[in-house]
């Protein structure tokens, strides 16, 4: 009996000594709330600008509930701004809690709006930054989301090695040469050395994407729409041509009975120069709206216009 007890006793601390370990990469692994912090303009950019911006950004967060591996949205999405215009991090993380808070500026120059992103936790531990452009007049919200998914995609990564300490300099000897570094500008996005195996999936299912033929038909049916109005206008012309020699007898006192069937004439020319205009109309702006909406078919391609707002 004592002996039976003994194993018991042993198999539980074995389980609790097991739960401990392995709660850390738990806890690592579960989704985080993200909350966005109201953008700011820089450089003169105007308030309707960051307003513009600050709704794509919400229209692109929302997108990580079904895109997202580390994080999801929050409700509500965007937080009171508690920390001033322009917030200092360590404000921030205060107010993270379990989540993270992303922040950031909106920039608009030579017709791009620009956008440029950092997360924080509650531990006070900054992602970014990265960065996100759209065209000011033709707006999407993809390259927003695009940047959401680089911090999300970051906080994935597993803690990198410590920096080795900065070798010493010799005199007159500038800090570049010696550290071996050149001189030019980190990109907006440093390459990540971490691929989230849904977002791998994502991008090999993406490259095995070909067109779908949509695009070519809308190029055929506005085609055919523009060759329809234009034979509507032919017709349309020649019915304008004979009535207006009809009109002419008919002031002269010229009409005979053989010009009956030159009045019936007129009545079919003009029902198919109605036909025929409205159909090419309706048929070449279908087509041209296929034409720019359906995607390519390379990988990544979307729609060549988006629409955004906020209700």
């Known amino acids: 009996m004592e002996i039976a007890k003994g194993r018991t006793r042993s198999v539980r601390i074995a389980c609790a000594i097991l739960a401990v ?18 953008l ?13 911006a600050q709704s794509l ?7 990580l509930a079904r895109r997202g591996q580390n994080v999801y949205p929050s409700a509500p999405l965007v937080m009171r701004p508690a920390c001033g215009r322009v917030p200092d991090p360590a404000c921030l993380a205060r107010h993270a809690k379990e989540g993270v808070i992303v922040w950031g500026a ?50 994935g990564i597993a803690a990198e090695q410590p920096v080795a300490s900065a070798p010493r300099l010799r005199p007159g000897e500038r800090p570049r040469r010696a550290a071996g570094l050149e001189s030019k500008p980190l990109p907006a996005n440093p390459p990540m050395r971490f691929v989230p195996p849904a977002v791998a999936r994502r991008k090999a299912s993406q490259e095995r994407v070909v067109s779908s033929g949509w695009r070519t038909f809308g190029k055929v049916l506005a085609g055919g729409g523009i060759a329809l109005a234009a034979a509507g206008a032919g ?39 109605t036909v025929l205009l409205v159909t090419g ?18 990988p990544g391609s979307a729609p060549r216009v988006g629409v955004s707002g906020r209700f």
């Open 21 to 38: 370990a392995c709660a850390p990469s738990a806890l690592a692994q579960t989704p985080r709330l993200l909350t966005l912090y109201p």
């Open 40 to 52: 700011h303009g820089i450089d003169w950019t105007p308030p309707q600008v960051v307003a513009e």
């Open 57 to 63: 950004l919400e229209s692109a967060a929302m997108g």
């Open 106 to 155: 909106a920039h608009q120059a030579d017709g791009v709006i620009t956008v440029s992103l950092r997360a924080v936790d509650a531990r006070g531990k900054v992602y970014g930054p990265v960065r996100g452009a759209v065209d000011a007049v033709i707006q999407n919200s993809e390259p927003f989301l695009l940047a959401l998914l680089a911090i999300d995609a970051r906080m």
């Open 235 to 273: 017709v349309g012309y020649l019915d304008r041509r004979l009535s207006d020699s009809l009109e002419e007898k008919f002031q002269a006192g010229t009409l005979t009975a053989a010009d009956a069937d030159s009045y019936r004439r007129v009545d079919r020319y003009n029902t198919a120069a």
């Open 281 to 298: 109309a309706a048929a070449a702006t279908t087509g041209l709206t296929l034409w720019i909406l359906a995607p390519d078919g390379s």
